[in-house]
């Protein structure tokens, strides 16, 4: 894995994923918003309150809104880490840039996988069990994930 960009400006790097993960994950938000829109759009439906939709479109267009209501809480958490960019972090938590031998996490939302100043980086939930077999752990920890054996490098 290369870690050459991860050098002195970790401040500058965090606001940087920050500023990709917003982005990307307002792109899903929209996304769902959109599928939504179409899926009422194809109903003709302009208030989904009064609508008479048939039982697939229902189960769709609800799952839609599921996703968007997590996806909303995630950008919620997001948002929140602009206040905390540059605080210092000896252990893996929220808001956490964690190198790994393997990979590089940001621990903010579940985000695809992103680049930011030519490393790729991804976007993970304190909510996923990749999260929770790392949180807690410090520099030269291990821990396994499925199969996965990991060594921390670096944090931040």
Request: hydrophobic letters at 40%.
């Amino acid at each position: 894995m290369e870690t050459k960009n991860i050098t002195k400006n970790r401040i500058w790097l965090k606001t940087e994923m920050l500023r990709a993960c917003i982005k990307k994950h307002q792109s899903v938000i929209d996304d769902f918003k959109t599928g939504i829109k179409e899926l009422l759009d194809t109903e003709k439906v302009d208030d989904p309150e009064d609508a008479k939709l048939n039982d697939a479109t229902v189960l769709e267009i609800n799952q839609l809104v599921e996703q968007l209501r997590f996806a909303n809480e995630e950008m919620e958490t997001l948002n929140g880490l602009s206040a905390v960019g540059g605080s210092k972090h000896d252990y893996v938590k929220l808001g956490s840039v964690v190198v790994t031998d393997k990979d590089i996490f940001f621990v903010s939302a579940s985000v695809e996988r992103f680049e930011v100043a030519g490393l790729s980086v991804f976007g993970l939930s304190v909510k996923s069990p990749l999260f929770k077999a790392m949180e807690g752990l410090k520099v030269r920890d291990n821990f396994t994930y499925g199969t996965r054996n990991y060594h921390i490098i670096d944090l931040f």
